[in-house]
């Protein structure tokens, strides 16, 4: 089982998280100047990468919190975790 | 070793042309969709002049990973006319093409393990009869009768409270289809070019011309994208932007066994999906992997939990061993219904968003999208599946009736 490692607690196996998609999606800043295709961006338009993606997960049956990962979606390698908050890790 | 003893190597289905300059259509994906795609291109429209482009072999991805269950009872009118159409093709498809693809209508049954599975089931059957579709309400006793190695108990953690039962329902052999569709599309004059992966798109002027690909680039009137989990990507080399995301699917055999189940049972609630092939393999499929992936590969326990979930099921099952264990790269869209239809780059067309139910749409979508390339305007039956629902907010939510699994 593949080891996912949790900023808080250490690494820890996969079935303990949940999976939240991509991350770094904001709250749009102002919800009522948003046209139907923004909105729709908003609402249902994610990026699909094959390789490096920036996404969240929850340590669902641990310490309950999220924290966000960058994982390369065609290998499922997790290159970084990092807490909310945090910037995006530049990795090289 | 003089050989005397091998056989001759069977007679070829198809040809394996090198690709030239131009096509009138380029279809990007030789799996089901593209292949049958290009036949009724060929058989309804007249149009010939057409090559299937395929980065690995064909039919090697996602017609060669699923559990090839086919049936038509969804909930929504959009989404019973698409698979229904798609079922009344499998029947005659064996005709059709002249190839066997061992199409068997034995039935299949959508488990309810709750009231909450009652009541969707009961209105699912009551929509599918409106739309002439051959659905019923089983109670317990009567899945029992249908498939006796079904455990019915009520001692079970989701015990069976009934089922929707569609008789017309069942299997085909993947394969099968996929070379029937090959080998006349293929006498038709198509081009199935292999081991030819699209790393670009050509336009001008907001139009599509043609496709860049490891074999050379190769003009083209129309490009009609058919490649499934790996959409966002080819999209993406037109700059276009899609509401799919692309999660690992598996499914696994066991070893060949005595035939013990005469039916297909699918189970939603508890994320287990069973049928037993001709062959004898008992062949399995599972919820999706929730992350997104195109590894081919998913995670051991999503596995372990549908294994738990068909053996309480299917007590008969405890001591089969598991054969092989696969993932394919679904890409699901967020009302998990399918995308078919025109895009805002002329002369592109789209055909992907089918996430677990792809299969079965094979014959139905592809008479449809050629339908749609050939006329530059959909068929009805796809017109409701179009890209910009996710704007208008037409959708087509069939999360009730599909779920995760199709």
Known sequence: MQLITCPWCGAREEAEFHYGGQAHVPYPADPHALSDAEWAEYVFFRDNPKGRFAERWVHSAGCRRWFNAVRDTATHELLAVYRPGEPKPVIA | MTGTSLPEHPDFLWRNPDPKPSYD??????????LATAYYLAKNHGITNVAVLEKGWLAGGNMARNTTIIRSNYLWDESAGIYEHALKL????????????????RGVLNLAHSLQDVRESRRRVYANQLNGIDAQWLEP?????????????????YPVMGATYQPRA???????????????ADEYGIDLIQNCEV?????????????????????AGKVALAAAGHTSVLAGMAGLRLPLQSHPLQALVSELLEPVHP????????????????????????GIDTYNGYGQRGSF???????????????????????????????????????????????????CGWG???????????????HTVAHGAPHPLNAPFTLDRFTTGALVDEHGAAAVAH
């Open chain 2, 356 to 370: 677990t139910g792809g299969f079965k749409a094979t014959p139905g979508v592809g008479w449809c999208f050629a």
């Open chain 2, 263 to 286: 039916t297909v049972v699918m189970s939603n609630a508890v994320h287990v999906y069973v049928s037993q092939a001709h062959k004898g393999e008992l062949v399995m499929g599972a």
């Open chain 2, 25 to 34: 259509v380029v279809i990007v994906g030789g799996g089901g969709h593209g």
């Open chain 2, 301 to 351: 326990h999503i596995i372990e939990r549908q294994m738990a979930a068909a053996l309480e099921l299917f007590p008969i099952f405890a001591r089969a061993h598991l054969l092989r264990t696969w993932a394919g790269i679904v890409d699901v869209t967020p009302d998990a219904s399918p995308i078919v239809g025109l895009t805002p780059v002329e002369d592109l067309y789209l055909n």
């Open chain 2, 170 to 184: 069942g299997i085909a052999k993947h394969d099968y289809v996929a070379w029937g569709f090959a080998r006349r």
């Open chain 2, 90 to 105: 499998w029947e005659g498809l064996e005709e059709d093409l002249d190839y066997p693809i061992l199409f068997s209508q």
């Open chain 2, 141 to 157: 006793e009567d899945v029992a009768k249908i498939c006796p190695i079904v455990n019915i108990s009520p001692d079970v953690r």
């Open chain 2, 199 to 219: 790393t670009g798109i050509d336009m001008q002027g907001g139009r599509v011309t043609g496709v860049q690909t490891t074999r050379g680039p190769i003009a």
